[in-house]
């Protein structure tokens, strides 16, 4: 029943900065979007919350952790968790939607993600993402065996 992005969110088109850890831990105490357990819901806040429970977990930022256990053991090389990246590394930005005059305008995407990391902080090259797809097939994968075994029978 967690709320997508909260009441506010700006965090995604770059009007407003993404949610620190405080803001994060305020929207997720609002009561729910719906009736829990009702129906599946996209929520970039539920994505958060997992960043902030892996830290809780391991004692270490969610961008340390998720650097060296996923995106180091990959060999994604050109992988980001988080931003900024260094001045004039050149990256892929979204777009709005349609403005008037049937404009859409360039999303900067070059600030940090704070406590919304592990909900929308990953910065990657095209080759870095096609070596991310290939290693989530079943003969190379970054989670071992019995990990994806107790997934897909759940």
């Given at each position: 029943?967690?709320?997508r992005?909260?009441a506010?969110?700006?965090q995604?088109?770059?009007?407003r900065?993404?949610?620190?850890?405080?803001e994060?831990?305020?929207?997720?105490?609002l009561?729910?979007?719906i009736e829990?357990?009702?129906r599946?819901?996209?929520?970039?806040?539920?994505?958060a919350?997992?960043?902030q429970?892996?830290?809780a977990?391991?004692g270490?930022?969610y961008p340390?952790?998720?650097?060296?256990?996923?995106?180091?053991?990959?060999?994604l090389?050109?992988?980001?968790?988080?931003m900024?990246?260094?001045k004039?590394?050149?990256f892929?930005r979204?777009?709005?939607?349609?403005?008037?005059?049937d404009?859409?305008?360039?999303i900067?995407?070059?600030?940090?993600?704070h406590?919304m990391?592990?909900?929308?902080g990953?910065?990657a090259?095209a080759p870095?993402?096609?070596?991310?797809r290939?290693?989530l097939r079943p003969?190379?994968?970054?989670?071992?065996p019995?990990?994806r075994?107790?997934?897909?029978?759940?």
């Amino acid at each position: 029943g967690l709320t997508r992005d909260g009441a506010d969110s700006g965090q995604f088109t770059d009007t407003r900065p993404y949610l620190n850890e405080r803001e994060l831990l305020e929207q997720l105490a609002l009561p729910p979007a719906i009736e829990p357990n009702t129906r599946q819901k996209y929520s970039n806040h539920g994505f958060a919350l997992i960043g902030q429970v892996i830290e809780a977990i391991t004692g270490e930022p969610y961008p340390v952790w998720i650097k060296r256990e996923i995106i180091d053991a990959v060999g994604l090389k050109e992988t980001e968790p988080n931003m900024p990246l260094a001045k004039g590394t050149p990256f892929a930005r979204g777009h709005t939607r349609r403005q008037p005059l049937d404009r859409r305008l360039v999303i900067p995407g070059d600030n940090a993600a704070h406590a919304m990391a592990s909900a929308a902080g990953f910065v990657a090259t095209a080759p870095c993402r096609r070596r991310w797809r290939q290693s989530l097939r079943p003969t190379r994968r970054a989670s071992s065996p019995s990990s994806r075994r107790t997934r897909n029978e759940a």
